[in-house]
């Protein structure tokens, strides 16, 4: 079954990390195994035959395997906080007792016990010993025969073990607070990651594929999305104000509705007087404001960042005209995933397994079949399909 993983790298290519993490083998033999039963056969070189004939095959075992890339990333995952809860518990234990020494040794002393005596004695006599050795060395009072490897040996040991007599003297003396300190460091910072993790866990039920399995974007994340909001910008013009347009006064795309809620107002709530204010600073809307509104309610809701060029230009441009998960739902029927209007791991690796050409078209199919359900089409329904035309041109012209 394994000759069938090859088929399975090139339709979800971040398995491949995956299979190579897992000692056990256990997501290769369960990559193999679907490859197989969606095929119908162990043979690769019929596998991929009856892919390449079948788009409905291709499309379920594309699902399939990014629903398995999903739950292994979310058991690596688990592991990885599992471990991390460990190092934390240790580090808390060692702690504790670090801690429970120092109180011992300060209910001995308001005791009066004089098994308090018992570590500054022995403390004393480390360091006078430790120094005295030292200084003895030093002036030459040991001397042994050059030939006499036993005593050298002796003399060796016995260095070795003052020295760490007396570090440990130190380290009890004045390192155990920096100790602790340094300890206390390291717990927050194993419950800082093990945090991070959670919340990772939490946002998505898998983290999102590291870049580098990403399909190469054109050229990179901000470029692209500068030239993507030129595109836009040069679409939607300047301020317009249509008496059919449901979205009412505009300025370079953005409503007067979406400006309110970027500016924190409601807009149901505004008065004449206030509509009007809103109105008029929408119609001094700057260049700048505008891209912050398009990368944070449009450019990074649909995570356009993370697709190839040509359909992050065309998904970009619809959900700016027709609203964010609209447009997601239709690059969603596109590439035959469940079209819930929100871009997570599976509808990634299908986007990244399909031919970008032919997602293009597909994604354009979608918009005007759209656009032709609308009552507004017999007004806007030229215009409408002028510029999903003419984005799609210019979507071509970036590489995928």
């Known amino acids: 079954m394994l000759p069938l993983i090859p088929i399975a790298l090139s339709v979800v290519p971040e398995l491949i990390k995956l299979i190579a993490g897992d000692r056990a083998g256990?997501?290769?033999?369960?990559?193999?195994?679907?490859?197989?039963?969606?095929?119908?056969?162990?043979?690769?070189?019929?596998a991929q035959k009856r892919l390449s004939e079948d788009s409905a095959v291709a499309t379920q075992l594309r699902v399939r395997l990014a629903e398995i890339a999903l739950e292994a990333q979310k058991a690596q995952l688990a592991a990885e906080?599992?471990?991390?809860?460990?190092?934390?518990?240790?580090?808390?234990?060692?702690?504790?007792?670090?801690?429970?020494?120092?109180?011992?040794?300060?209910?001995?002393?308001?005791?009066?016990?004089?098994?308090?005596?018992?570590?500054?004695?022995v403390s004393i006599i480390v360091t006078g010993g430790f120094f005295l050795f030292l200084i003895i060395l030093m002036l030459g009072g040991i001397r042994s025969?050059?030939?006499d490897q036993t005593a050298a040996n002796i003399i060796n040991i016995a260095v070795g073990a003052l020295a760490t007599a007396f570090a440990t003297v130190v380290n009890f003396w004045l390192g155990s607070s920096k100790g602790s300190r340094d300890k206390d460091e390291q717990v927050a910072r194993v419950q800082a990651a093990a945090m991070e993790q959670?919340?990772?866990?939490?946002q998505q039920a898998a983290p999102a594929p590291a870049p580098a399995?990403?399909?190469?974007?054109?050229?990179?994340?901000?470029?692209?999305?500068?030239?993507?909001?030129?595109?836009v910008l040069d679409k939607e013009g300047g301020f317009s104000d249509h008496p059919q347009d449901r979205g009412g006064p505009t300025n370079m795309g953005i409503t007067w509705k979406t400006f309110a809620d970027w500016k924190g107002i409601d807009a149901a709530g505004l008065s004449p007087e206030g509509r009007e204010t809103l109105i008029s600073d929408l119609k001094a809307l700057t260049r700048r404001e505008v891209a912050e509104i398009y990368r944070s309610n449009y450019w990074l809701p649909m995570r356009c960042g993370d697709l190839p060029g040509p359909a992050a230009l065309m998904l970009f441009d619809f959900g700016v005209n027709a609203g964010p998960r609209?447009?997601?739902?239709?690059?969603?029927?596109?590439?035959?995933?469940?079209?819930?209007?929100?871009?997570?791991?599976?509808?990634?690796?299908?986007?990244?397994?399909?031919?970008a050409a032919k997602l293009l078209e597909q994604m354009v199919e979608a918009r005007l079949a759209h656009y032709r359900g609308l009552a507004e089409f017999a007004t806007f329904g030229n215009g409408w399909t002028t510029r999903?035309?003419?984005?799609?041109?210019?979507?071509?012209?970036?590489?995928?």
């Open 81 to 121: 906080e599992q471990r991390r809860q460990a190092e934390l518990a240790e580090m808390q234990k060692a702690l504790e007792n670090t801690q429970g020494a120092r109180s011992s040794m300060i209910d001995l002393v308001r005791s009066g016990s004089p098994i308090a005596w018992g570590a500054p004695v």
């Open 26 to 46: 256990s997501v290769a033999t369960q990559v193999a195994g679907v490859v197989q039963a969606v095929t119908g056969t162990s043979d690769p070189v019929e």
């Open 326 to 355: 609209t447009a997601v739902k239709a690059l969603q029927r596109a590439v035959g995933v469940t079209d819930d209007g929100s871009v997570g791991p599976i509808t990634l690796a299908s986007v990244r397994a399909m031919d």
């Open 198 to 202: 959670v919340s990772r866990s939490a």
């Open 388 to 400: 999903t035309q003419q984005v799609a041109a210019l979507a071509k012209a970036l590489r995928a």
């Open 145 to 147: 025969d050059p030939q």
């Open 213 to 231: 399995a990403v399909a190469p974007a054109a050229p990179n994340g901000d470029a692209l999305f500068e030239q993507c909001l030129a595109v």
